[in-house]
């Protein structure tokens, strides 16, 4: 059967291949190619071409080929759950680190991720129970990491008295692999390869990848979703088919507004793939306690936090320090600790008042806003922003903190006032002291206000 012509749309991604989305795009190609009926020969043959052309290697595009060639075209099969048996789920950490599967550890830098994780890993080395009194045998724990270096993190895993030497934690520096010229990149096969070969070889059960993003090549971008996706599906078959629970760190967004699993990065593969979701988050107050909380979970219902403290071993700085675990039925939420901000509490209290005020002044309002006991006046936040740094000074940072709590408290609210007939216009984001809002002081059929 002679194949479809290649979708213009094809033609033009491959003509366009950019640094950043290379890999992606031959791999997407290549399934697009098979679905139009090109043998395996074929499709290689014009990727080679058109990849090398864009700068990837030809190795790495038989790879990505390979790859591609797993998925699609193959007959649908139509089993029963009658079939199915129902497999005990096993825990590395129970509830909180599954094991053939992949679970994520996200917070802040420097909020005391790994600190936390290489504890556990302690605790396991020598099968003691975990910090909740769960039972759990003895296992190895392969880190990969590049932010520290190995005497750092040996120290770290003494100080938690972690079984050193029997080898019950092993490494991979990705710093070491660089030097030694071995490019180790968990979005490409080989990367993937190279993992699953070392797990099996040191009979390791779980894997902790810290962080994710450093392990993923520069020429892979992680806001591209598909691409995200397609790396977490390769680590989600090495954890299953080497029975080892994957848990790989991330840093939450600068994006101060995004809220609970929207602080993770980039991608909504993250939590998709993710038996488990983690935070972690230092207490803005007392700067030794810090928080891990269950963000998400497939397997159980809702679960405490465990709060723990970071402890200095020593007076000597360089002694580094230690994790005590101090509550494992913490009724505290990540939204709890997120919420206190007191290194600039008193500018920030005073910038509240001020906000407050120019939301109750209806001489600085922009637009008007029916309510049921009349017209009430709304604000854009530039007018608001623009009178509290004058009367305060404050950066806006804290603006946008005492902001934040305002709205968390629902103190004030906002509403996007739009058009319902497609025109331009309308549009605009106001701010206002919470009243019962009926609609807005626009002709009624052209606009729509939603909260």
Not at 99 to 109: D, E, I, W
């Amino acid at each position: 059967m002679k194949p479809e012509p290649l979708s213009t749309n094809t033609i033009n991604r491959l003509n366009n291949m950019r640094e950043g989305n290379r890999n992606s795009t031959v791999f997407q190609s290549a399934n697009e190619m098979k679905r139009a009926g090109y043998e395996k020969e074929e499709i290689m043959e014009v990727l080679q071409e058109m990849g090398q052309r864009a700068g990837l290697d030809s190795k790495e595009i038989s790879e990505t080929v390979e790859s591609a060639s797993k998925y699609g075209n193959k007959p649908l099969t139509v089993r029963y759950f009658d079939d199915v048996e129902i497999e005990e789920k096993e825990w590395i950490v129970r509830y909180r680190i599954p094991r053939r599967q992949l679970s994520l550890v996200a917070g802040k830098q420097g909020d005391g991720k790994s600190y936390m994780l290489l504890d556990l890993a302690s605790k396991l080395s020598h099968g003691l129970n975990m910090p909740d009194g769960s039972e759990s045998p003895k296992r190895k724990t392969l880190y990969c990491f590049v932010e520290d270096s190995p005497s750092d993190v040996r120290l770290r895993l003494e100080n938690a008295n972690a079984d050193l030497k029997n080898n019950m934690v092993g490494y991979i520096h990705l710093a070491t692999e660089y030097r030694n010229r071995n490019n180790f990149n968990i979005a490409t096969s080989e990367g993937i390869k190279q993992l699953r070969d070392a797990v099996i070889e040191g009979g390791f059960e779980w894997v902790i990848i810290d962080p994710f993003n450093n392990f993923i090549g520069g020429n892979s971008r992680t806001d591209n979703d598909s691409a995200t996706r397609h790396i977490l599906g390769e680590l989600d078959a090495v954890a299953q088919e080497c029975n080892v629970g994957i848990t790989y760190l991330m840093h939450f967004s600068k994006d101060r507004d995004r809220k609970g699993i929207d602080k993770i990065l980039n991608s909504t593969g993250h939590s998709a793939f993710c038996r488990v979701v983690l935070f972690v988050k230092k207490h803005p107050e007392e700067y030794q306690r810090r928080l891990l909380t269950v963000e998400k979970t497939n397997s159980t219902g809702e679960l405490p936090a465990w709060e723990y403290k970071l402890l200095a071993v020593s007076d000597n700085p360089d002694a580094g320090a230690r994790v005590e675990w101090t509550d494992v039925n913490s009724t505290a939420t990540f939204e709890d600790w997120d919420s206190i901000d007191t290194k600039d509490a008193p500018v920030r209290d005073e910038c509240e008042e001020v906000i407050m005020d120019c939301l109750s002044d209806e001489d600085k309002g922009t637009v008007e806003t029916t309510v049921k006991h009349g017209v009430q006046r709304t604000y854009k936040w530039d007018n608001v922003l623009r009178e509290v740094k004058e009367q305060t000074g404050a950066s806006n940072h804290t603006i946008n903190n005492a902001r934040t709590k305002l709205l968390t408290s629902k103190s004030i609210m906002k509403c996007k006032i739009s058009r319902t007939d497609g025109k331009q216009g309308g549009g605009k984001t106001v701010w206002f002291i919470p009243r019962e809002i009926v609609a807005p002081a626009y002709p009624e059929d052209d606009y729509v206000i939603t909260l």
